[in-house]
């Protein structure tokens, strides 16, 4: 009896609300461009929702999957969701900074971050550097005067092609304070239950 009215009590409050399950108790979604689409970040709206992939395993084999530091540069900030969303709305969105996942081409095209784009963490080039706003001074050296801002993710606490991404552009003087760590990663998203996205169709014959 108590199930019942606890069942019948969720979807009063659920219907009343629109959203029972927020992001903060005043934020409910953000809404962001990913491949020209508009989506709706929020969180899965089922209190009996949980990951059954491979986001749900408590042990990979060490090395490569080791448990990485907090910390990657002491001068680089870290981030968790919240200043996540935000960089989406005031950075990704108005295309003052970009959300990068580092991941390899075949973990991005699975299953992502909404607006985030990839380039993989062995892929740095010097095209890619002059995109992200990089350029060769006269002296041959990278100018980072003029980069981008950008926010980057693996796969997670125990995924190092973050830390790899970031060795590669700081060895080319990208601007510390011009980079966010997301170190949570889609593990750390994917277990709040916040979208993500599929940029590649996985077909089961």
Partial sequence: MKTLLWIALSGLIFAETDCAIKITDTLTHVTTLD???????ERVQNVENVLRDDYTKTSRICPPFCIQPTKVD?????????ELLKFIQEKVLTNKGLLIDTRLKSWYELETIPSAINIPYPAISEKILET???????????DGSQAIELLIFDNGVWCEQAK????????????????LYYRGGFQGWKLLGLTTTVHKEIRVD
């Fill in 74 to 82: 002491r001068k680089i900030n870290n981030i968790g969701e919240l």
């Fill in 35 to 41: 491949s020209g689409q508009k989506v709706k970040i």
């Fill in 132 to 142: 992200l706003g990089l350029f060769h001074k006269k002296d041959g050296s990278w």
């Fill in 164 to 179: 790899r991404f970031l060795n590669n552009i700081l060895m080319m003087n990208y601007p510390k304070d011009k980079i």
